[in-house]
């Protein structure tokens, strides 16, 4: 899926491979003499590193001109590309089949690169070396799988050395998706591991050509069509060989120490290859915990951070959007209820949404009802009410009716009074209002991601008569939520390295998107903040003179203890209803007392942003 910047470089960039991987598939089968198993270790290895694998070819081995193979290919560095390409074909070929089957399979990641070594060195060694060579070394099956062993230990070591720390790092680094092989990244790290474990396996492949220890590139001449491989196989030369072709069954020119050295010294570099991963990420986490999670970035994620954690801040994936709001369309819209034998009966459906919390900006929300806020629920104190929850979120979810007196397995939290509901599941919340005044409802599953996203609205009880609830002319609802959006993804926002916020909205809009109440000097206002958001205490505030507060958390406060006051300090879950007369015409501004909260994305936009609106009274 297409959601990244990377994503479109990779689209090109295998779009080259493909070309090149074209271009030498069709010099090698139709032009150049060699060997069939070399050809397809061009064809190969060029797939995985497209043009790269282009220049190898045509810089080392493409017959410049016919009759000129034999010549061009002598020099050792050619010889070292072609013995190091027929190393990688194999072995890399091994090592990225078994990392699609590891992926599959949930196997974590250290497991993942051992299976991945021993299928690569395997898949080399029985397969590439020794099946397709055998035509050409002569000799026995078994034979050539015995004198490849030592040459093909060491290619492998070197090349899984390198290969091994940059699939891991990238693999499980800040994009995820790469742990997916159904996800172009996936192919990409791959790509980049292969080159790396190229550059690392090939000083010692020079090495060992110069050793005649691994053959390098060969020529093949057919005569009158027929293949005659034996005659014309050519092993690698010697360094001083010069044009004195050397015999096919040559004899290493290698010490034992020599061998020693050089296998210790690859055995140690591929340990380190494998283990220094684990410095830096969890390698006990396998795709199925975590593949696909992209992670905010500044996130810090260690090689003991859970995989929980991880999915906990991850990106909202865009494939798991399922219904784009208009730009224009609005949360907190009042929900009429069904009734049913006296009970009034509301639906809530949770889903994943896009949603502008400006024009030109969309964040990727959980919304009920395809709204952020949710929609608002409005009953009268003793109502009977039953809300039926519909989960379509990629997760479990509960809803907690937050300050209500509900029997308990009505009240929510997930794991300790009910089981999550799963997704495609409804669950029936049922109660009686025993209260009144400003509430709201929100998830109480994994809140700090849900609530973040958007699972929370409104639910105002109206008080049954006599009503004692300080009345106003008119009436609003302010609830407040911190966002997340970094690099055209959204974050649920939270207090952690990476978590913090960069777009506050109102009612799910961020200044200037907010609501202007008109209001005419003289007239009240009764404003209702709800702390809907999680992470900070906001300090509201109303320009204009001083407003009265009458309620908190729901509960009218009794005359004596009503006081004025100009800025109220919300916290996450509290609620306050205030009372403000305007006395004077014009734009007088609610907003967070918090500059950097009346910000979009750190940028004054229109005089600000964020948590601010404007009352606006004419005379
Ligand atoms: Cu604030």
Redesign the pocket.
Known sequence: MLAQPIDYFLVAWFALAGLSTGCVAWDQFRNNPEPVVMKWGFVLVTLYLGPIGLLLYVMADKEPRPGEHEAFIEPLWKQGVGSTIHCVAGDATGIIAAAVVTAALGLPMWLDLIVEYLAGFAFGLFIFQSLFMKNMMGGTYWQNVRKSFMPEFISMNAMMAGMAPVMTLLMMGRDMRAMEPTELLFWGVMSFGVAAGFAVAYPVNVWMVSRRMKHGLMTERHSHGQPRAEEAARPAPAPHAGHHPTPPQAIPQVTRPQLAAVTLATGLMLLAGMTFPSLFVNMRLSARDVGGAIMPPGMVMGWDTPAEAMRDMSAVHPRQVSFTAPPAAQGDQVLAPRLEGGVKVFELDASVVRWNILPDVQVEGYAFNHQIPGPRLRVTEGDRVRIRVTNHLPETTTVHWHGLIVPNDMDGPARIVQRPVKTGETYTYEFTTEQSGTYFYHSHDKVDRQQALGLYGALIIDPKPPVLEPTADHEYVIQLQEWLKREGLTYPAMQMEGGMPNY?TINGKAFPATDSVKMKVGETIKLRFVGSNNN?V??MHVHGGPFTVVARDGNVLPESARFQADTVNVGPGQRYDVIWKAAKPGKWLVH???PH?TTNNNVEQDGGGG?MMVLDVSA
């Open positions: 506050f900070f906001h300090p967070c007392h918090i909260h948590l």
